[in-house]
């Protein structure tokens, strides 16, 4: 296991982002793992594990140990009748589980198909698209504690996952590595089709869903229709969370009880689009901002994609601030317009 010093990370973060790690080291498995957690480079600096850098803006260069995670392999543990439990390793990449699955004719991720990145970060944010999410066919995640280098299991209720959320970003933070996760996929076929992009194309192609792969085909080709290839414009894919409001509880009538920040806005917005789920309401961060007219403009290196302006983009050449500068530019503009806060989904370094 070799330390590098001063690596660049330009390659290893989706933005492309011309930073510096001080130190950098690969891990590539458990042996390397426990052995990084004995090293002075380590146990001195501060660290930042990295998998794919699909979910990470460096703003500045990292002065401390970056440890880039490349445990791999997938194994089916047991199979039942109706279900099988699959480990992953946590350098794995993420989409290669789901074709490993899909092949096998397992369901349950083939919604969550070419979601960039790694298999370990899969749960940080609790990964989700297409009407799908992690949680969904999550049983367990294994994680390292990095002050003790101790091992534990977190059982999916204790990974506490919510939209785009998970313990590790918030009371764990930094706290410990995940190594692997375990999958519980059904055997037996359970299509979701429920997101209206993806049945709107089913039915206009007249696609057929018979297995997983079908499925997976879709979300792909609709995933490379609508959002730009990191390798070709430097991106993160959503740099904000879809936004939280509050909206009349839905025991009040619908004429009475207090009204909440929903309706007040649809008074004066009526077309503007939200969607409940689990008794939240939330309402499409790109709406918000291509409203305060972002959608497509450009500043420098940097700007908000003409197809998605939730995805912030480097033409080529930008810094981390100049993305951060954006970024706080369109927070204060739908501040303004709407008094609603955008959180990053983004990790900012
Ligand atoms: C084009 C594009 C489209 C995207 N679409 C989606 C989407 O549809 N849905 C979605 O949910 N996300 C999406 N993303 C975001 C991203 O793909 C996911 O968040 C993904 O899980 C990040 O994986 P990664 O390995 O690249 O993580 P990284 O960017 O390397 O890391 C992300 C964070 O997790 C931490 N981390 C990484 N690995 C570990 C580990 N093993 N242990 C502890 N901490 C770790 C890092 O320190 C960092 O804070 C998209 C990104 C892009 C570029």
New binding site residues.
């Given amino acids: 296991m070799k330390i590098r010093q001063n690596y660049n990370l330009s390659k290893l973060?989706?933005f492309g982002i011309n930073v510096n790690a001080l130190f950098f080291v690969e891990i590539n498995n458990e042996t390397d793992l426990i052995e990084l957690f004995t090293l002075p480079e380590f146990k001195n600096n501060k660290k930042?594990?990295?998998?794919?850098?699909?979910?990470?803006l460096f703003t500045k260069n990292f002065d401390g140990l970056v440890v880039w995670?490349k445990l791999k392999g997938i194994e089916i543990l047991e199979a039942e009748k109706d279900f099988v439990f699959i480990r992953a390793m946590?350098g794995e990449i993420?989409h290669n589980l789901v074709m490993f699955a899909v092949n096998h004719g397992y369901w349950g991720i083939e919604n969550l198909s070419l979601?960039?990145?790694?298999v370990?970060?899969?749960p940080?944010?609790n990964?989700?698209?297409y009407g799908a999410e992690l949680r969904n066919v999550l049983e367990n995640v294994e994680?390292y504690e990095i002050a003790t280098g101790v091992k534990r299991v977190f059982s999916k209720e204790e990974c506490e996952l919510g939209y785009?959320d998970s313990v590790?970003k918030n009371k764990l933070k930094n706290k410990?590595?995940?190594?692997a996760i375990t999958l519980k996929l059904n055997k037996i076929g359970e299509k979701n089709i429920s997101y209206k992009m993806l049945k709107e194309y089913l039915e206009k192609n007249k696609i057929e869903i018979n297995n997983p792969k079908d499925i997976s085909d879709a979300v792909v080709f609709i995933r490379q229709s609508k959002?730009?290839?990191?390798k070709i414009m430097g991106?993160?894919?959503?740099f904000f969370k879809n936004v939280f409001v509050s909206a009349r509880n839905a025991s009040q009538s619908e004429v009475g009880g207090e009204k909440g920040k929903l309706e007040e806005l649809l008074e004066k917005y009526p077309d503007m689009p939200y969607f409940k789920e689990d008794g939240t309401t939330k309402i499409p961060a790109g709406w918000l901002i291509e409203q305060c007219g972002w959608k497509g403009r450009r500043i420098g290196n940097v700007g908000a994609h003409e197809k998605q302006a939730l995805?912030l983009v480097n033409y080529g050449g930008a810094t981390g601030e100049e993305l951060m500068e954006l970024a706080n530019k369109i927070m204060t503009s739908v501040r303004e317009k709407f008094g609603l806060e955008l959180v990053p989904?983004v990790?900012i370094?």
């Fill in positions: 973060n989706t930042i594990f990295l998998g794919g850098g699909s979910n990470v995670n946590g993420w979601i960039p990145g790694t370990g970060a899969a940080m944010q990964i989700g698209a994680a785009r590790f410990y590595f995940i190594s959002l730009p290839d990191p991106n993160a894919g959503s995805v989904e990790n370094v």
